[in-house]
């Protein structure tokens, strides 16, 4: 494995020039770097994103079926600790409108019920968040600060929720990545998850394909700047470990870095042959897990 990047080496590293400067611009649907652009017109858009690539990768079938199935409303307001931190560390400004930390309100009487009622009408187009809650984000986003990598990566330059599409030299096909956080002067994409408990981040990167994801923003950024960055993803633990919520900041393997990419060219080739032919009838086969393989092969010994 790599050995840890030192971020307090590339302070002095040879500086950089991207030019990031005179990016932002509304979109046109033409490739570009876009830093004016909301995330709902960001996920509304054209273009193939990781997302949907996952999609592809678990079957064709479930991209068409992502866009036209209904939406459980009341579910989409259910709180998210991922999506609140997410939006506490890069989106501040942003908090505010999004979220409503909820006082206390006794409900065994019929004003704290009329109370609840009342501010959750008053709140209703917020996510609202428990006053306990809002007390663990406001921790763990602390703890982000008192992590010294991770604090240097928000005293960097940077911009954040900025979006870049390309047109795939293979197949021709719009794509598009929106990195959390990108470090201007040393050619760094940041990507800030929420896991739970640190143990299981190995695992959390196989299972939501975090190596594809990889693969898929350093070719778009590498496709419009010239450059190929680095990528460290910023880990915050939403398991407290004796009254801590750890931080962690890491790179891939190579041998990760590789199958990542060989998986992102995978999806991508299938979404390709899938909207050339408009074939998305699929069905996806299902194999035996390895414990019931194992558990078999117990038996016959």
């Known amino acids: 494995m790599n050995a840890p990047a030192n971020p307090f080496d590339l302070i002095n590293a040879p500086a950089t020039e991207p030019v990031f400067s005179a990016q932002a611009k509304r979109f046109d649907g033409a490739p570009g770097f876009y830093t004016h652009l909301s995330n ?4 509304s858009g054209p273009g193939i994103s990781k997302s949907g690539l996952d999609l592809v990768a678990h079957c064709p079938s479930s991209l068409p079926w992502s866009r036209e199935a209904p939406v459980d409303q009341d579910k989409l307001k259910a709180l998210d600790f991922g999506t609140a931190l997410h939006t506490l560390l890069l989106e ?23 109370a609840k009622a009342e501010f959750e009408a008053e709140h209703g187009h917020k996510i609202i968040m428990s006053a306990d809650d809002h ?3 406001m921790i763990m986003a602390d703890s982000v600060q008192a992590h010294p990598t991770a604090r240097w990566i928000f005293e960097q330059q940077g911009v954040n929720e900025a979006s870049i599409y390309w047109n795939d030299e293979g197949t021709g096909e719009l794509c598009r990545v929106r990195p959390d956080r990108i470090l201007t002067d040393h050619h760094i994409i940041v ?3 929420k896991v739970d408990g640190m143990n299981r981040f190995e695992k959390h990167i196989e299972e939501y394909r975090y190596h594809v994801q990889h693969a898929m923003y350093c070719e778009g950024y590498k496709q419009h700047f010239g450059v190929e960055p680095d990528f460290i993803f910023l880990a915050v633990s939403s398991s407290v470990s004796a009254g801590r919520y750890a ?4 790179d891939l393997d190579p041998d990760w870095v590789r199958r990542g990419h060989e998986l992102y060219r995978e999806a991508l080739e299938t979404y390709h042959q899938c909207r050339v032919a408009d074939d ?5 086969r299902l194999e035996r897990p390895g414990w019931a393989v194992r558990q ?3 038996r016959m010994s």
């Not at 931080?247 to 890491?250: E, F, I, L, T, W």
């Not at 998305?280 to 996806?284: G, L, P, Q």
């Open 92 to 114: 501040p400004h942003e908090f505010d409108h999004q979220f409503a930390i909820a006082p206390e309100f006794n409900l065994r009487t019929n004003d704290g019920k009329a």
């Open 280 to 284: 998305w009838v699929h069905i996806r």
């Open 135 to 137: 007390q663990k984000l």
């Open 191 to 193: 990507d800030v998850k």
């Open 247 to 250: 931080v962690d900041v890491v």
């Open 296 to 298: 078999d092969e117990r």
């Open 40 to 43: 709902a017109e960001y996920h």
